[in-house]
């Protein structure tokens, strides 16, 4: 138990490091680390990974607190696929779309059931609750056998003399 108990505090420090550095105040890097621990966290469950990413997204600055709750909502995403879905790949997108960034996450699993939320689904509710507080918003969209495809989208904000920025 203790390797695995050190494994799970290395990466949780590995992300508040990443979290908190203002050298990583991009979403080029947001989109590196995003692929990079979805390639490590996915492969250990055995589920492919294809990562789309739109080129015009490296030019866009995003603050640290922006990029730790997209993260957060990211990493529930994640986990939901790996725990829940029966999933055997995963497509992850970034994107810019109507003066928004956008992260998606796609599996192939064998998505919800229909019918409303149960308060078993909390995981949902809180990547909900991180996009709206983020001035953003949340889509999912599953159907029996469908997959599941959660998307966090959060406002662009033009500032003097920089590029795009998420802030």
């Not at 390639?39 to 990974?49: C, Q, T, V």
């Not at 998505?111 to 996009?131: E, K």
């Not at 959660?150 to 998420?166: G, K, N, R, Y």
């Amino acid at each position: 138990e203790i390797p695995a108990t050190l494994i799970q505090m290395v990466a949780a420090l590995e992300e508040i490091v990443w979290a908190m550095n203002p050298q990583h105040d991009s979403a080029a890097s947001v989109v590196s680390y995003f692929s990079f621990f979805a390639d490590r966290f996915l492969g250990l469950a055995n589920i492919r990974l294809k990562i789309e990413s739109a080129a015009n997204v490296a030019d866009l600055v995003m603050d640290a607190r922006m990029r730790h709750q997209l993260f957060l909502g990211f990493k529930e995403a994640l986990t939901n696929v790996v725990n829940h879905s029966g999933a055997t790949e995963v497509r992850l997108g970034f994107s810019i779309a109507e003066n928004a960034f956008c992260v998606s996450v796609a599996d192939n699993g064998r998505g919800l059931p229909p019918g409303p939320q149960t308060n078993g689904q909390d995981g949902i509710a809180h990547m909900r609750t991180r996009a709206v507080k983020l001035g953003g918003q949340f889509e999912l969209s599953s159907g029996p056998g469908a997959g599941t495809k959660v998307s966090f989208s959060v406002p662009l904000i033009l500032l003097v003399d920089t590029p795009w920025a998420i802030l």
